[in-house]
C-alpha cells in the first residue's frame, strides 16, 4: 500500500512541477514584454509612479511568508501540529497583508491617473504584477482549505504531501516577486 501511494505522490509531484514549468514560462513572457515597453516614450514614466516605501514594506511581508512557512515544512517531519498551526497561520497573515498593500498600491496608481490604459509600460506592468498578486490570492485560498484539512482526520501522509505541494507553490510565488522587484522596481527606485 504504502509503495503505490508513494508512486500516487511521485506522479502529484511531477505533474505539478510541469505545471510550475508552464507558470514559469507566461511569466518569462510577461517579463520580457514588461523590459520591451518600459519606459514608455508618452505617458507616465516608472520613476514618477514607483513608490520606495510601498516596494519594501510588500516585499517584508512577503519574503517574510517564505520563512514562517518554514516553521511548518519543519513541523511535518515529526508531526508538530502547533509548529505546522504556526506556520501556515503567520504564513496566511503575512500574505494577507501583502495582498492588503498590492491592492492599496494599485488604488492608489489607480486613484493618480495612472491607468492601465494610459501607456504599454502601464498595462504591462498591471498585468505582471496583478498576474502575481492573483497566484498569492490562490495562495491563500489554498492555504485555508490545507488549515481546514488538517483540522479534519486526514492520512498523515497525505496532508504531508498536499503541504509539501503546497510549498513548492508558495516559494515559486516568492522567487517571482524577487524576480518583480529586480526586474520592475528596482531600476527605476535605485
Known sequence: MKQTSEVLFNDKRLGFFLYLVVEAIMFATLFATY?????????????????????????????????????????????????????????????????????????????????????????????LVGLHASHVAFGLVWMILLMVQFKQTMPKSLFIEKQKIFNYYWHFVDVIWVLIILIVYAPYLL
Not at 518600459?38 to 511581508?61: C, H, K, Q
Not at 501556515?88 to 492601465?116: A, D, P, Q
Open 35 to 127: 523590459i520591451l515597453y518600459t519606459p514608455s516614450p508618452r505617458g507616465a514614466d516608472p520613476t514618477e509612479v514607483y513608490e520606495l516605501r510601498t516596494v519594501v514594506l510588500t516585499s517584508v511581508f512577503l519574503l517574510s511568508s517564505s520563512g514562517t512557512l518554514l516553521i511548518a515544512e519543519s513541523g511535518l517531519g515529526n508531526w508538530n501540529r502547533l509548529k505546522i498551526w504556526i506556520g501556515l497561520g503567520t504564513t496566511f497573515l503575512l500574505g494577507s497583508i501583502f495582498m492588503g498593500l498590492e491592492v492599496h498600491e494599485f488604488y492608489k496608481y489607480w486613484s493618480e491617473g495612472y491607468t492601465l490604459t494610459m501607456n504599454n509600460f502601464l498595462a504591462s506592468f498591471y498585468v
